[in-house]
C-alpha cells in the first residue's frame, strides 16, 4: 500500500510541475516553495473565475431570451432581467477575486508552516488544462463549487435500463408450456444505458427512447435432454446419465429504440422549465438489432461418484444477428416488459424456436 501512495504522489507532482510550465508560469521545480506553489494556483484561479461567471451570465440570458420569445415577459422587462444578471455577475467577479487576493496576500506575508482552512481556492490542487478550455479538468481535494449554467430547455435525458423475469421459446407447434425448457427456472437479465429525447417542441407526449443493453437470456432444460450439434444441426438428446442441471444462455448486445407516449408534467421555474413523467403512465413500443456475444451449455452430473461440471462454450451455430420487438407498459419507474426475438435462436434446427421474454424493467430516469 505504500508503496501505491508513493507511487500515486509522485505522478501528481509530475502533473502539477509538467501543467505549471505548460501555462507559462515561471515555476523553478527546485526552488519554489510549497506557499508559492499554492499562490500560482490562486492566479490561475482568478481566471477560472471570470470565465465561470461569464458562462453563468450567457446561460441567463439565454433563458431570459426563451421567455421573451415564449410571450412570458415583455421586452422592457427582458432588459430589465438582463441588467439585474449582469450586474449580479459583476459583483460575484468582484467578491469571488477579493477573496483570491486576500488569500494571496496571507500567503505572501506568511512562512511556508502557515495553514490556512477557510476562503475559495483551498480545494483546487492541480489543474490539467489551460483557462481558456470549456472542458477544463480539476485534480482536487474537498468540493467543488455547485452552481453550474443550467439549460433553460433540456430535451434529452439519459437513464439505466434494469429488466429481468422469465425466459423461454416459442417453437413451432408448441405450446409455452410444452417446451423442453422449465418455464419456471429459465430466465433472462438486461442491463443498459438509454437516452429520452422529446419529440415535440411544445409537448412532452411522445418520446423516442434509444440506447445500448447486454441481455442475457438463460433456457434450463427439462427430461434429461441437453443440446447436441450434430454436423451443424442443433436437436435435443437424452443425456447417458442423470442430469442435476443442463442450462444453455446467450448473450446479445443490442440497441433497442422504443416511441414512448404518455402524459407528463410540466415544471416551470424563472429560469428553466422542465417535464417529469414520475408517477405518470408510459408506454413503449418498439424493437432492438445486436449480435450474439456468448453462448454456453452448463452440464452438472455425476459419473462415477465424483461430482462433474461441464461447461461447452461456443458451436452451437447461433444466429449471430439479434433483432426482435419489444414493448413495455410501465407507471412511475417500473415496468411490465415484453421482448420476442424475431430471429431464429439456431441457424439450423430440427424445429424452429424463438426466444422470448416476459419480466419487469426499471428506467433509473
Known sequence: MNTITRLVVSLMLTLTFTTLQGQDVKVDSTNTSATQLKINTLKQLKTTIENEEREFLKSEIEAINNRLDAGKITASEAEDLKKEAAKNRALNIENRLAIIDNKIALLERNDDDYMTEDGEGDQFVFRIGGAEEANETFIHFGEKSNEKPRKYDKRTTTSIVLALGFNNAIIEGQDLSDTPYQLEKSGFFELGYAWKTRLFEDT??????????????????????????????????????????????????????????????????????????????????????????????????????????????GGFEVNEFVYGLSGYVAFGDMAVYVKYDLNPLFKDQVVQQNNISLGIRFDMD
Open 204 to 313: 412532452n407526449f411522445w418520446r423516442l427512447k434509444y440506447g445500448f443493453s447486454v441481455q442475457w437470456n438463460k433456457f434450463e432444460m427439462d427430461d434429461n435432454n441437453y443440446l447436441v450439434n450434430a454436423d451443424g444441426e442443433i436437436s435435443f438428446q437424452e443425456f447417458p446419465l442423470d442430469l442435476n442441471k443442463a442450462v444453455f444462455r446467450t448473450t446479445n448486445l443490442v440497441f433497442p429504440m422504443h416511441i414512448e407516449f404518455g402524459p407528463s408534467k410540466k415544471i416551470e421555474k424563472e429560469n428553466y422549465f422542465r417535464y417529469s413523467t414520475h408517477k405518470q403512465l408510459k408506454v413503449g413500443l418498439g424493437g432492438y438489432a445486436g449480435i450474439n456475444i456468448g453462448t454456453m451449455q452448463k452440464l452438472k452430473y455425476k459419473e462415477d461418484g465424483n461430482r462433474v461440471k461441464n461447461k461447452q462454450r
